[in-house]
């Protein structure tokens, strides 16, 4: 035996620090290269054409039904496509055979294992961004009003770092052939039961990345129009998103064999911080309540400035009376005008008629179950000069095509503006009231053979003009409900 | 499982045609995947006992049948290889009996969980779009390998749901091709799902899934 001579190794402390960062970038490399989720990119695409970018189109321009959306649609694609690629990953080392070759190499296990997951979820944020940026830029250059929605997107890219932890520590804690397809599926089964256990604005299981708003409303283009898009339930969902993450990584290490005793004690503590935010966040998701603007409010969050209207300039139609509506409607303005013109002609300059016809907020109250009861906020008309306002057909949580607008402009709108100025405040309507407005709207909505019927006949058969006069005359007396059917010309 | 066993058993021997069976079946992870099944027919039982709306409970059964159709795939990655393909002379039967098997067993278990309370659509529902998930499993075996069998029946869960969803929020996805949202006697829906089930089978029976060139496929 002889002494070997100690040698004091020269060290260079700023190359020792540099090292463990320069090999994690270069194994992260190595796995975004070799990732099994750059060969799903081309069919995630694909699904997100069909099931997002396709019926997206099919909207107007408007951000708040494309964002709110997308939020649902994209995350029904991506997640059990990124569960699925992430369970594949982790279970690779057992699926090789390797896993007690690899774990004598100097990283441990924990380590490989995240830079596995990063690069999954590097590539599912590559996808999805793409996709969003794709969906969003052709929606701004339709000309939408105001500006992207930036919130229903962080969430949707927040969930991917989740659901591919989720399927990562699926896939590492029971790797099988089996896992990844049964994972992968139960990711998107959990996620729809979620939606399904949602009851009422106080759900706890709101904090679902699915939730864009009031759950069943659907795309609503009535919110966040008139007022700020509510930050209240999404910064709740990016809590819950990064608790769950941080839970689910942490869980990675808590195995035997994932690293060294410290290393283990911080996986959990991980675990421990993981669950406690999320835990927290799906606490404060069951305080939300439906805000009279539409969207779920959490009051330890919510921001007094967001009930602040946003301005904006009303677009306003060439009509006898004009027809203003909020700029981010406009495109649907020459079919509101087209539908609405002709009885605006007949209403123009009667004493007492509008000289405006503004288009309103809407006001939201929750009722029972996930009904959620759509009104106008505040009176119908308001004085100096006497202006109308009134809700569009779409501001009733459903987007509709141009025809049914058309014929629920008609059929409802059109009757109300109608029964505004000659119907008066009574919510009965007297049988000349009737006739006229059957007459003006041209409908046949009265029983056939009956005296109300053939006044209305009588009076629709007058030119426009000798309708127009004698309405001038006698509107008031019509309003008051002192015309009687006979009375009618 | 040796070379002979997978060739050739002795003219015969049913024991040994019954040993070669079990051979194959548990080098395809079989008890697994029936067990796998199993638990797919309790969990689509459990679920059965809550309220559904009419989208929810159209989507829960499909969801099941993905899962079944994505294990049944799941099943034809071979350990072996080439040497089994060199060797196994009765492979393309024991291929077509697993999966018929498998789906068979699948179908009952699912149409079982379903019994005595409202599975949307009843049994003819589930056979016709299992078949039609489980022939997409397979198809996409045989082109993509045993390891990548799962992403074509969830992709197809997927546009399956959607369709269901545009009954509700049009314009319909009415194609039979998307048979899960045509109703359950809809003739034109069980002839395409029977047609790509057919297919399927076919693929599976006669090549198998697709070897993996740069890994050793799934064995466990």
């Known amino acids: 035996m002889t002494a070997t001579p100690v040698t004091q190794v020269p060290t260079r402390p700023a190359r020792a620090r540099r090292v463990p960062l320069a090999a994690a970038g270069r194994l992260l490399r190595l796995e975004l290269r070799r990732n099994v989720m750059l060969w799903m990119l081309p069919i995630v695409a694909a699904l997100f054409w069909l099931i997002t970018y396709r019926p997206a189109m099919a909207y107007p321009p408007l951000w708040n039904v494309r964002a709110m959306t997308m939020q649902t649609t994209a995350l029904a694609i991506f997640v059990p496509t990124v569960v699925g690629v992430a369970a594949w990953l982790a279970s690779r080392e057992a699926r090789h055979g390797m896993t007690d070759l690899l774990s004598g190499t100097s990283r441990p296990r924990w380590a490989r294992q995240l830079a596995t997951w990063a690069a999954t979820t590097c590539w599912a944020l590559v996808a999805y961004l793409g996709c969003v940026a794709v969906l969003y830029a052709v929606t701004a250059r339709q000309g939408a009003w105001g500006g992207p929605l930036w919130w229903p997107a962080a969430v949707g890219a927040a969930s991917l770092p989740a659901f591919s932890a989720l399927g990562f520590a699926a896939g590492a804690l029971r790797p099988s052939r089996f896992t990844t397809p049964l994972v992968a599926v139960a990711a998107f089964l959990a996620l729809e039961l979620t939606a399904q256990f949602i009851h009422g604005d106080h759900s706890p299981w709101q904090v679902s990345p699915l939730v864009a708003g009031p759950w069943e409303n659907g795309a609503d283009p009535g919110v966040a129009t008139f007022y700020p898009y509510l930050p209240d339930l999404p910064i709740v969902q990016l809590i819950f998103l990064t608790g769950l993450t941080t839970a689910l990584l942490g869980v990675l290490g808590l195995p035997a064999g994932s690293g060294g005793r410290r290393l283990r004690r911080s996986a959990a503590a991980l675990t421990t911080a993981g669950l406690l935010a999320a835990i927290t966040a799906t606490t404060l998701a069951g305080t939300g309540r439906l805000d009279p603007r539409g969207m779920i409010a959490i009051p330890a969050l919510h921001n007094p400035a967001d009930n602040r209207p946003v301005p904006y300039t009303p677009v306003c139609s060439d009509t006898p009376i004009p027809i203003c509506v909020h700029p981010a409607y406009s495109v649907h303005l020459p079919t509101v005008t087209a539908a609405l013109e002709p009885v605006l002609s007949e209403l123009a300059g009667l004493p007492d008629a509008p000289v405006r016809i503004n288009q309103t907020a809407a006001t939201y109250r929750q009722e029972s179950g996930n009904g959620v009861s759509i009104s106008r906020a505040g009176p119908a008309m308001s004085d100096t000069p006497p202006t109308l306002h009134i809700l569009l057909p779409i501001q009733l949580a459903r987007p509709v095509a141009t025809d049914v607008l058309t014929a629920e402009l008609w059929t409802n709108t059109a009757r109300d503006i109608l029964y505004n100025v000659i119907g008066g405040d009574r919510r009965e309507k007297t049988e000349a009231q009737q006739a006229v407005a059957e007459a003006i709207l041209k409908t046949s909505t009265l029983p056939p053979g009956t005296r109300t019927a053939a006044a209305a006949q009588r009076f629709a058969a007058l030119s426009p003009a000798a309708r127009h006069a004698w309405l001038t005359s006698h509107v008031a007396a019509l309003r008051a409900g002192q015309i009687t059917l006979a009375e009618l010309p | ?220």
């Open chain 2, 1 to 220: 499982m040796t070379a002979a066993a997978a060739g050739k058993p002795p003219a015969g021997s049913a024991h040994a045609g019954l040993r070669l069976a079990w051979l194959h079946l548990t080098s395809r992870r079989v008890p697994a995947a029936l067990a796998a099944i199993a638990v797919c027919a309790v969990a689509l039982r459990i679920a059965l006992h809550w309220q559904w709306n009419a989208y929810g409970a159209l989507q829960l059964p499909l969801i099941f049948e993905a899962g079944c159709a994505a294990v049944i795939a799941a099943t034809t990655a071979s350990p072996f290889g080439e040497p089994e393909r060199a060797t196994g002379r009765w492979l393309p039967l024991l291929r077509l009996g697993t999966a018929l098997t498998l789906t068979a067993a699948a179908a009952g278990a699912l149409v079982a969980a379903g019994t005595g309370a409202h599975l949307a659509g009843g049994a003819l529902d589930v056979l016709r779009n299992l078949a039609g998930l489980v022939g997409i499993g397979l198809l996409c075996a045989a082109l993509l390998g045993g390891a990548l069998t799962w992403t074509a029946p969830t992709a197809y869960l997927m546009i399956a749901i959607y369709a269901l969803y545009t009954q509700w929020h049009g314009p319909a996805l009415t194609t039979p091709w998307i048979w899960p949202a045509r109703p359950p006697h809809d003739i034109g829906a069980a002839l395409c799902a029977g047609l790509v089930f057919i297919t399927g089978m076919a693929a599976n029976a006669l090549c198998g899934a697709r070897d993996a060139t740069n890994e050793r496929p799934g064995s466990r």
